[in-house]
């Protein structure tokens, strides 16, 4: 079976090694060193100022929602992990959900300043498969309105935007290190900001609020382990070549279906890929599950990623038409991309998308 993702498990002692250095000490939790040096090693790597390591890439949300004190309308895309929607309405929030870019995906930028209101605070978008949304914009609309802008970054790692680091643009943004994601601590997150004072407020709201005994606001169980961040120190040393591999086998794919009627989505001018994703957008939904059906034929199981459209949940009051995510949503697919993903493994793939 070749499965839409496979985790990247590195070396079992390296492993062991980093991980020893806090049994050593008996302190597995609550920011202990490796913690610490994981936090540290990520700002290098990544070129952001500030970041905290957290339990995940959902918890992250509601601490960024809740830190920028948004409790009314949040203006989202409909194309994203259903994550992205359940933070808002998790912190007591209103999704409004405003359709995406017919090309790179996330967002449109245009049709923002048509659905803010009185009740409107924040932006809460995603970078979806690590391509940017329209960052320039959306600050211009939030600047204007006085809005706060989040980015769900949880695809963006690694990604670099017009000479910055793509999770360094926004009031806050957030990472998801799960396993399934291109860099991983087994169960994972990251919240990013620029500002000092934010990222003191984030600290606390992470953990219940409290630092020793002095208490200074209200706060949640955000944390994460001396054993998550062993596997993120291990795994940070081998995610340049996990970049470059997961570059090599998408432009291999790239090539190989170029006589295949698809599109894919577009990455814009000044961006270095991450290659989180290999979606393919087919020209109808008919041809989208031929190609599901013909691939499960070969145990191949890509993923309708994302789908559905977000404004279609069940539990959405307001279901809104979003014309574009939702005919996107229906017509796209996600194929194999894994670190140890074999060429003749996509040449399979492939050759089974072609004879449709
Ligand atoms: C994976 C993902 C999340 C959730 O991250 P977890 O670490 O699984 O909680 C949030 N948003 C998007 C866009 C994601 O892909």
Avoid at 310 to 323: A, E, G, H, V, W
Wanted: with cysteine.
């Amino acid at each position: 079976m070749i499965n839409v993702t496979k985790t990247f498990l590195p070396p079992f002692d390296e492993y062991t090694a980093v991980l020893k250095r806090a049994w050593n000490i008996s302190w597995i939790t609550n920011n202990g060193i490796l913690v610490h040096e994981l936090e540290q090693e990520l700002k290098q790597f990544l070129h952001v100022p500030n970041l905290l390591f957290a339990a995940n890439g959902t918890v992250v949300l509601q601490i960024a929602l809740k830190a920028l004190g948004i409790t009314k309308e949040v203006i989202t895309t409909p194309f994203s992990y259903v994550a992205t929607t359940n933070a808002i309405l998790w912190e007591g929030c209103k999704p409004v959900f405003v359709d995406i870019d017919n090309a790179t995906l996330s967002i449109d930028a245009d049709k923002i300043e048509a659905a803010i209101t009185a009740d409107t605070q924040a932006i809460l978008a995603t970078h979806v498969y690590g391509i940017p949304c329209n960052v320039e914009k959306i600050q211009e609309i939030a600047d204007k309105y006085k809005l706060k802008v989040i980015y769900d970054a949880a695809h963006a790692f690694g990604c670099v935007y017009k000479g910055k680091s793509l999770l360094s643009y926004g009031d806050i943004s957030t990472c998801s290190f799960h396993a399934t994601k291109v860099f991983h601590t087994v169960e994972g997150g990251a919240i990013i900001c620029n500002d000092e004072e934010l990222n003191k407020k984030l600290f606390l709201l992470r953990s219940f609020g409290h630092m020793g005994d002095d208490y200074y606001s209200i706060g949640i169980n955000g944390k994460n382990s001396e054993f998550h961040a062993a596997m993120g120190l291990v795994n940070l040393k081998h995610v340049q070549q996990i970049l470059e591999q997961r570059k090599m086998l998408s432009e291999y794919y790239t090539d190989k279906l170029l006589s295949l009627n698809i599109t894919k989505p577009l990455l814009p001018d000044g961006l270095v890929y991450n290659y989180s994703y290999y979606p393919v957008i087919f020209a109808t939904e008919i041809q989208l599950l031929k190609a599901i059906n013909g691939l499960k034929k070969i145990s191949v199981n890509p993923r309708r990623y994302f789908y559905p459209s977000l404004n279609r949940l069940p539990f959405i009051k307001d279901q809104t038409i979003m014309p574009i995510s939702e005919s996107v949503s229906s017509r796209v697919l996600c194929l194999p991309l894994y670190n140890d993903l074999a060429k003749k493994d996509i040449d399979l793939i492939c050759t089974q998308l072609l004879i449709q």
